[in-house]
């Protein structure tokens, strides 16, 4: 396992760190950029080490919309089967080693969701936290979008879209059935900005 940084005991320093080990890793299909506290990379990790150590990394959000400016929500069972499923944002990432936050986003709506676009509205940020698992998050947004072609993906037969209203009274009377996510861009005004109602 090949680690790179200098704050975390449990990482190796860059001189110890071949280059054909770097480059075989940052390869690697489930290898994430870490990063240090200011957003700095500094090296590449398998994604399970870096939520295992809880390692500053980059992360991606993206929101989908229909025709009618509704949101698309997944639906995520919860690990206890007598758990109730909670509601979370339409898609997200990890941003992968040598993927800009971009292409990640459009990674993630492809193969999760079935969507293929050209490309996303960045929309906002959020800083590292750990309410955000110690990501730092781009949000991106697919603007409305004609779903006929996509409504038969098994994600979003799961799932449902919601209008202002309805997240309205989720957060108000159900909010430990949404996401920490779903709950941090709503209070950030990113899930309906004024604009947008």
Known sequence: MTHIGKKNPDLQLMSRTSLSEVLSLRQARDAIEVVDEHDQPIGYMRLDDVRRQALYHRQVMVLVYNEKNKIFLQKKE???K????IWDVSAA????????AEETALLVLSQDLGITLQGLRNIGEAKASPGTGNAFVQVFSTGPIPMEHVHSHPVIKSGFFFDHEEITSLVEFYRELLSPALLMLWDKGLIFPPSTI
Request: proline share 13%; net charge positive.
């Open 78 to 80: 919860k690990r206890k």
């Open 82 to 85: 007598k758990d109730q499923p």
């Open 93 to 100: 990432s990890p941003v992968g080693a040598s993927q800009s």
